[in-house]
């Protein structure tokens, strides 16, 4: 299977690059970065040997869309979409935290919850809740921004302010935002028949000190999306959720006694698994853009990908 797992670019007055655990960031002439969406797939913090087709240009096209469609509400970093696998954007300082937002106990929270924790990054969490229970009202739920592939830790907004991760006047305009988009795409995907369970955002500020969204937004790898239709239903007699999600594949490393554990061997992904994943990455494309997935050319993505962003640099 053609897909893009790692690439090593040598783009005019490039200054650096930054390998993620699934995108590349190339710094141009510390202006503009060039982020490649490779078909990498990570889970509990641990990139999986083998990549999964068409991953790479799917999220970069579900950000790249949702970042026009908020772009009314929060500005972002979005500058041009030289390639189905490439965005370019203003270069931006991050903050050091990532801004997660849950409207439903699902996931990490539901694993805490069920270890019996009732504060979830300073957040009291009512007792009574079922796995996949929609909260009273959204909760934000901030992690720390790991480097060099770490885990990232649950950090609660006042200890945020305290470390001075963040100022205190900035956090607030980080919240503000934050519930903005989660609103906006709660509202776009309940027109897809989809519910938006949680999400996480990340920010940074432009040279000029603006604060913008950065990276991807209510793609599969950041977001949990549960099927509306029968929601109710399932959640009445106790049975999981339909969902679109990547939780899908940590429930299957899970089952496979991988959890991202010191001393836990990845499973291996057979040719049919990994297809698999790739086909249910397209079907949540079609569901929460309402549009068919077009595959791009991946005879030589890397070849395509270096052609695309210098016919871009050099206009």
Known sequence: MNTITT????????????HGKVREVYNINNDLLVMVATDRLSAFDVVMPKGIPYKGQI??????????????????????????????GHLCEPFKVEMVIRGYLAGHAAREYALGKRILCGVALPD???ENDKLPTPIITPSTKADNGEHDEDISREEILSKGIVSEEDYLVLENYTY??????????ASRGLILVDTKYE???TKDGKIVLIDEIHTPDSS???????????????????QLSKEFVRRWLIENGFQGKYGQEIPE??????????????????????????KADISNIQERIEKNVLAYLNK
């Open 7 to 18: 690439t090593d670019f040598n783009f005019p007055n490039q200054k650096s690059v930054y």
């Open 59 to 88: 999220l970069n096209q579900i950000a790249t869309k949702f970042m026009e469609l908020t772009q009314d509400i929060v500005p972002n970093w979005l500058v041009a979409t030289p390639d189905p696998n490439v965005a370019v």
């Open 128 to 130: 009574g809740l079922k």
């Open 180 to 189: 903005a988009l989660y609103q906006r795409g709660t509202s776009i995907a």
């Open 203 to 205: 920010f940074g500020k």
């Open 224 to 242: 949990r999306y549960f099927y509306a239709e029968g929601y109710e239903e399932r959640q009445d007699q106790g049975e999981e959720q339909k």
């Open 269 to 294: 992904m057979s040719e049919e698994y990994i297809a698999s994943v790739s086909e249910r990455y397209i079907e949540l494309y079609g569901k929460i853009l309402g549009e068919p997935f077009v």
